[in-house]
């Protein structure tokens, strides 16, 4: 068993896969976690928080800006491929009067150049 744990360690840990999905809004991806789900159910169109609820799902970052690209337009009704109806409109826009207005953090993160000593 000790020799399991040595070879185990010799090859080194993989990291956690991360999902990644894609703002429909602003198209950059990100991870899962820090996006919005909104899905389509039998009973309308409803924001998800779990991430885990039955249906046609879309996902968006959590601030007012790409909130009012998808609201403004059809893009939400072509992700989900149905109709956003006037109540469910104004449910979502009751929603995004809720968040940030900006995004607060990139997802990517920002390194700085390596220096390299040539000599």
Request: hydrophobic letters at 35%.
């Amino acid at each position: 068993m000790a020799q399991s744990q040595q070879r185990g360690q010799q090859r080194g840990v993989k990291p956690k896969h991360v999902p990644q999905r894609t703002c429909i809004a602003c198209r950059k991806v990100a991870g899962k976690r820090s996006l919005l789900r909104i899905v389509r159910t039998e009973q309308g169109i409803e924001i998800d928080p779990t991430g885990k609820k039955a249906g046609r799902g879309a996902y968006l970052h959590p601030n007012q800006t790409c909130w009012q690209a998808i609201l403004a337009g059809n893009r939400l009704g072509q992700a989900l491929r149905t109709a956003v109806s006037p109540e469910n409109r104004r449910l979502l826009q009751a929603f995004m009067a809720t968040l940030p207005v900006h995004e607060a953090v990139d997802d990517e993160p920002t390194a700085e150049p390596l220096a390299v000593d040539m000599q």
